[in-house]
């Protein structure tokens, strides 16, 4: 029995090009399907319009006809569609609307006029669902992106929808967290299409394959002749996982009595900067010295490459009285004058490191992790007393030598770390990795 029957669909915002064209499909009841396609090609206005958000909400030109659980939405308001499908945006913080995380996922059981008795048994059920039963009292102001993303995925399952439509649902999860959400959702019931980027996920826990281009369905086919056909002509699209540099797991650390680090786990690939971030005191550096092998875990294991770390104060490590020996000290002066080159060092090469000013000095000091050329590069707070100009710098660099390493980036700078940044990992006070 179909949950969802798209037929010629064409959709444009406004007066521009058709972002739909002439789509057509069917989503059965329980049916779990991954709709891929590149930045543009029409997924998440495909999922908009199976929500009814396409043509009530965002006004445009709506050709065609979507019948959601029985009702033509050309003729049926979303609100009226909420108890049947629900949707999970890639930004849950654009979806959170109360203060406790308990009355977020009680909020859309009382628009939809669930009875009273029945609200808060049907609450406890979704956090049970979704590993986030111990979320229910904290106040969404203070959850990590991940955490609420698994209360988003909570409030549509309280809502026992018939069609769950998920737009990026892992985007701000780390692949340990991303794989227990595609876990969760693999076991629900309901009808389920998934948007994604990163696919590699998706297409492990689903039985069917949509792929998009231009607006249209150019591929819908099981699981394995999609991913067949994918391998001819969009290799890019099938799970090709970049070499894991970094892994931590369970990773416990103390200093004396005083507990850092408890059960925290984080893993580093190939071509992926990773930004960590959270309050003073909440472990950052302790965990990039342990990753990069400089500290034993009191528990948990870890395995990393060949690691370069950059300390905070970088200045204080100074060893040889010339610009050019300090960064050949440990790789070579090639390899040194090249890089001095590339960060713009190169008429300082004859000078003493503590006669540079303190923005040359933390270059010098950059230089002379990269030229390791490491597996995984480590750098704790490199922005602190960098001018914005440098920072920009830095985040080009970075973002330009990323695909032959993995790196890790301690940062108080958010804004920074949001520019340079695949991945934010941020740590609470004597609390679990949060993402």
């Known amino acids: 029995m179909a949950v969802a029957v798209v037929e010629g669909l064409r959709f444009a915002y406004g007066g521009g090009e058709p972002v739909l064209r002439d789509v057509s499909l069917r989503l059965d009841e329980g049916e779990h399907v991954a709709l891929l396609g590149a930045s543009g090609s029409g997924k998440s206005t495909l999922l908009r319009a199976l929500a009814g958000l396409v043509p009530h909400f965002h006004g445009g030109t709506f050709a065609g006809r979507v019948v959601v659980a029985g009702r033509d939405t050309r003729e049926t308001r979303p609100s009226a569609l909420a108890g049947d499908v629900a949707t999970v945006f890639q930004d849950p913080?654009?979806?959170?609307?109360?203060?406790?995380?308990?009355?977020?996922?009680?909020?859309?059981?009382?628009?939809?006029?669930?009875?009273?008795?029945?609200?808060?048994?049907?609450?406890?059920?979704?956090l049970a669902l979704v590993g986030a039963e111990h979320l229910a009292e904290r106040a969404t102001a203070e959850l990590s992106g991940g955490e609420l993303q698994r209360v988003a995925l909570a409030s549509a399952l309280a809502l026992r929808p018939r069609l769950l439509l998920l737009d990026e649902p892992t985007s701000q999860l780390d692949p340990a967290a991303a794989d227990a959400f595609f876990e969760i959702v693999e076991r629900l019931?309901?009808?389920?299409?998934?948007?994604?980027?990163?696919?590699?996920?998706?297409?492990?826990?689903?039985?069917?394959?949509?792929?998009?281009?231009?607006?249209?369905i150019v591929l819908d086919a099981p699981r394995g002749e999609a991913v067949r056909r994918l391998a001819e002509s969009?290799?890019?699209?099938?799970?090709?996982?970049?070499?894991?540099?970094?892994?931590?797991?369970?990773?416990?650390?103390?200093?004396?009595?005083?507990?850092?680090?408890?059960?925290?786990?984080?893993?580093?690939?190939r071509g992926e900067v990773v930004a960590l971030t959270g309050p003073n005191g909440a472990g950052k550096t302790t965990l990039a010295q342990i990753v990069c092998g400089l500290l034993e875990p009191a528990g948990g294991t870890?395995?990393?490459?060949?690691?370069a770390y950059l300390a905070q104060d970088p200045a204080r490590h100074v060893v040889t009285e010339r610009v050019l020996d300090e960064v050949a000290l440990g790789a070579g002066e090639s390899r040194a004058r090249m890089w001095l080159e590339k960060l713009g060092l190169a008429p300082q090469l004859d000078r003493h490191p503590r006669d540079l000013s303190s923005g040359e000095r933390e270059r010098v000091?950059?230089?002379?992790?990269?030229?390791?050329?490491?597996?995984?590069?480590?750098?704790?707070?490199?922005?602190?007393?960098?001018?914005?100009?440098?920072?920009?710098?830095?985040?080009?660099?970075?973002?330009?030598?990323?695909?032959?390493?993995?790196?890790?980036?301690?940062?108080?700078?958010?804004?920074?770390?949001?520019?340079?940044?695949?991945?934010?990992?941020?740590?609470?006070?004597?609390?679990?990795?949060?993402?």
């Open 93 to 126: 913080e654009d979806q959170i609307v109360m203060a406790r995380v308990a009355n977020e996922v009680s909020f859309g059981l009382e628009n939809v006029g669930t009875e009273p008795a029945e609200i808060w048994s049907r609450v406890e059920e979704a």
């Open 189 to 216: 019931p309901c009808a389920v299409l998934v948007s994604e980027q990163r696919p590699a996920r998706p297409l492990a826990h689903v039985a069917r394959v949509l792929l998009m281009d231009s607006g249209r």
């Open 234 to 269: 969009h290799p890019l699209y099938l799970p090709h996982e970049p070499e894991l540099f970094c892994r931590a797991r369970g990773v416990s650390f103390a200093y004396g009595d005083a507990r850092v680090l408890d059960g925290v786990s984080l893993e580093v690939r």
């Open 302 to 307: 870890v395995e990393h490459g060949r690691a």
């Open 365 to 435: 000091a950059l230089a002379a992790v990269l030229a390791l050329e490491p597996e995984l590069l480590v750098l704790d707070e490199p922005t602190r007393g960098v001018d914005p100009e440098r920072k920009a710098e830095l985040a080009r660099l970075l973002r330009s030598e990323a695909p032959g390493r993995g790196t890790i980036v301690v940062t108080h700078d958010l804004a920074w770390a949001a520019e340079v940044a695949d991945r934010v990992v941020e740590l609470g006070v004597r609390e679990e990795a949060r993402v």
